[in-house]
């Protein structure tokens, strides 16, 4: 889902600034509530855990550059229901930054876009996440269809916010539309696979309930809400 250089330009950046400071804003007040829950060195854990696993999806998975934008395999559902809300944004946002300092520096001019399109949809399957889910549910028992909802809020998310600056950067024209539509089209198909790996992980952690009092995962993956 990187915005390739030169799609957005000149003055129009300025807008990526401030849709990135929105994005960082609800991720610290997210983080502020983590930390008077559980601590700062757990929450701290967590982000670096999912951190690590970011750069992984983005370095080590197989991506694509289709139209706009490439297509990556991100399970930002996987994250957000193994670390939580806060932790999975900002290891979304320092993984995309280490790996523009470290292996795409040609990224970093355009990290306030692409920052803004990992954490927005984000922080929208997080809210359909307590509308869907009930309390008395613990993530380790929702069901395929819940998962299946989740990625398509949050990949359907990365994909309107690609389309937007695209559109914003560079208009209406046949080609450009094209290219959306082709990389749009492509990236859905994430859809298909990240509940599956939802679901898979989630297995995973219900075989092992002894990690039930870890740290290192959110409280909801274990637990109900009430």
């Known amino acids: 889902m990187h915005i390739e250089a030169g799609i957005v330009q000149g003055a ?4 990526s600034y401030g849709t990135a400071a929105v994005s960082f804003g609800i991720a610290g007040k997210l983080a502020i509530n983590s930390i008077k829950q559980s601590g700062l060195l757990p929450i701290g854990l967590k982000t670096i855990l999912s951190s690590v696993l970011v750069l992984i999806f983005f370095e ?3 991506h694509h550059q289709i139209g706009v934008s490439e297509v990556h395999l991100i399970l930002g559902s996987t994250l957000f229901l193994i670390f939580g809300a806060s932790a999975a944004a900002f290891g979304l946002a320092l ?3 280490i790996q523009g300092i470290f292996f795409a520096q040609f990224d970093l001019p355009q990290y306030a876009m692409n920052v803004t ?16 889910i009930p309390s008395s549910i613990a993530y380790k028992d929702i069901k395929y269809k819940d998962t ?3 990625s398509l809020v949050y990949q359907g998310g990365i994909v309107t916010w690609v389309a937007f600056w695209a559109l914003y950067g560079q208009g209406f024209g046949a080609e450009n539309l094209a290219s959306v539509f082709t990389f749009g089209t492509a990236y859905m198909s994430v859809v298909l696979l990240e509940p ?3 679901i898979a992980i989630l297995a995973i952690a219900k075989s092992y309930s002894s ?3 870890s740290f ?3 409280n909801r993956l274990y637990n109900t809400d009430k």
């Open 12 to 15: 129009k950046m300025i807008l």
């Open 60 to 62: 080590v998975f197989p």
């Open 95 to 97: 993984g995309l930054l």
């Open 117 to 132: 399109t990992l954490l927005m949809p984000l922080f929208a399957m997080s809210y359909l996440a307590k509308k869907i």
């Open 148 to 150: 299946l909802k989740l």
């Open 196 to 198: 599956l790996i939802d």
């Open 211 to 213: 990690l039930n009092n």
């Open 216 to 218: 290192v995962f959110t």
